[in-house]
């Protein structure tokens, strides 16, 4: 996959790039006004445990004392304390830092591309006309973070030479991930899979399994101070928060294929819907929370409802039980839900309120038309041993993770960028099939 252009002179090179750079501005630029306030989901709870922070806690007024926050790793709170109360910075400017990791993470990939002796033109265009990766990074959660933390990682894992150090990197890198999103807690171990699978016949056996133990032992060095934290005030020694949302999500996933969205949201916010009532889901709720010492009508689809560590932790174990049971009495419903995963990963259903209805359908194209590409230019990618198809794994992290959850795009953000490198490696494939006229889809064709 070694196609160049050569159509301009080293000026016109650089007027080309620098008019890449101002129209990503411009795109920076228009993901701040489509997210503007700039929080969403968990943003008030960051904001709040932040706040904490700076009072000498991490957690929550509760009764007569504190109760410390067990949902939530501390990585970005304590990031937005840093910025906020430590530095003086105003909300703005912490998202527009956020953009600028975003565009940082495009950066690391066009010089990477330009460095592999790949045209870097496709990519640009690609990143151009998909907006998703900037908006994501638009509001006061976690997704900017880490989308450069998943970027650097999967362009230092696909470095020729996996020395020593790149492998003490890569997993101080992904312990320092888990702090910020507990979902990347398995990364230390997809780098070691990726060590294992590329020394084994390379190298002694030995050698290739003390390889692999290095992004782990980085990992864990990272982590054992908040997990010594858990041990203390939670009696359980977790590099992740104690009270996992996972049985929450695996609930809600079982119910997303009969219960429409608007519903499911209304509940969440508390109020009762017709459809919900006749579904059956509002008994069983009621039924498990009564079972479990909650109000009968708190929703479940989020532990944060629930008031207090203790029942936080019995509300994800009673509900994953739950949900596990209608999963075995209905496989056949979760396995379509785990089907339509595959394309609600990427492509969301809802777009903020201030686009316009040609313009979300201009966006609904794209994501899903950049989507397919990606994933035939992974194929590529591995076809051709290319080295960037080890960044595959990286890539795909995110959406086997949640594949079995319930649906929610922004999983998938902080891949993004990753998504549009692969998709130029579909284009470049396309345009020299067409100039060889050789359209097979194989290592010759690629090389």
């Given at each position: ?7 301009l ?30 929080q969403?989901?968990?943003s ?5 445990l ?13 009764g ?12 970005y ?40 002796a ?5 990519f ?79 190298a ?43 049985g ?25 819907t017709?459809r ?7 008994g ?63 492509n ?19 994501s ?62 396309l ?17």
């Amino acid at each position: 996959m070694a196609f160049r252009s050569d159509a301009l002179d080293g000026r016109g090179r650089a007027i080309a790039s620098w008019l890449f750079w101002a129209a990503i501005a411009g795109q920076v630029l228009f993901a701040l006004a489509v997210t503007r306030p700039w929080q969403t989901g968990d943003s008030p709870f960051y904001l709040s445990l932040a706040n904490a922070i700076d009072h000498g806690f991490y957690g929550w007024p509760h009764g007569a004392g504190i109760q410390p926050d067990a949902l939530r790793p501390p990585g970005y709170p304590i990031l937005l304390w840093l910025l906020l109360h430590r530095l003086h910075a105003n909300i703005a400017l912490v998202v527009l830092l956020q953009m600028g990791l975003y565009v940082a993470s495009i950066w690391l990939i066009d010089r990477r591309l330009a460095r592999e002796a790949l045209n870097v033109v496709p990519f640009r265009l690609l990143a151009l006309a998909y907006p998703f990766g900037a908006i994501y990074c638009g509001f006061v959660m976690t997704e900017a973070w880490a989308t450069l933390a998943l970027t650097s990682l999967a362009l230092l894992v696909s470095e020729e030479k996996l020395t020593s150090t790149r492998l003490l990197l890569a997993g101080l890198l992904a312990g320092v991930a888990s702090l910020f999103r507990a979902d990347l807690l398995l990364l230390p171990l997809v780098i070691a899979m990726i060590v294992v699978a590329r020394d084994w016949r390379s190298a002694a056996r030995r050698v290739a399994i003390g390889r692999a133990l290095l992004p782990l032992l980085a990992a864990v060095a990272v982590l054992t101070p908040y997990s010594l934290w858990n041990a203390r005030h939670f009696g359980r020694l977790s590099p992740i928060p104690v009270a996992s949302a996972v049985g929450n999500s695996l609930y809600l996933a079982t119910w997303q294929g009969r219960v429409p969205l608007a519903d499911l949201n209304a509940l969440d916010r508390g109020v009762m819907t017709q459809r919900v009532a006749d579904s059956g889901l509002a008994g069983e709720i009621e039924r498990i929370n009564r079972s479990i010492g909650a109000e009968p009508l708190t929703s479940p689809f989020n532990p944060a409802s629930y008031p207090g560590a203790a029942l936080q932790v019995r509300s994800s174990k009673a509900f994953g039980q739950a949900a596990r049971k209608r999963i075995y009495a209905n496989p056949l419903d979760y396995a379509r839900h785990v089907g339509r995963n595959l394309w609600a990963l990427w492509n969301t259903s809802a777009y903020p309120s201030g686009i316009p209805e040609i313009g979300r359908l201009a966006l609904m194209l794209v994501s899903g038309l950049v989507f397919l590409i990606g994933v035939i230019g992974l194929l590529i990618a591995v076809r051709s041993r290319h080295r960037l198809s080890a960044a595959g794994l990286i890539f795909l992290y995110p959406m086997i993770i949640h594949l079995p959850l319930h649906t929610e795009a922004r999983y998938t953000a902080a891949v993004r960028p990753l998504l549009l490198m692969f998709a130029s490696f579909a284009v470049l494939w396309l345009v020299k099939c067409y100039r060889q006229r050789q359209w097979q889809f194989g290592r010759e064709a690629v090389g």
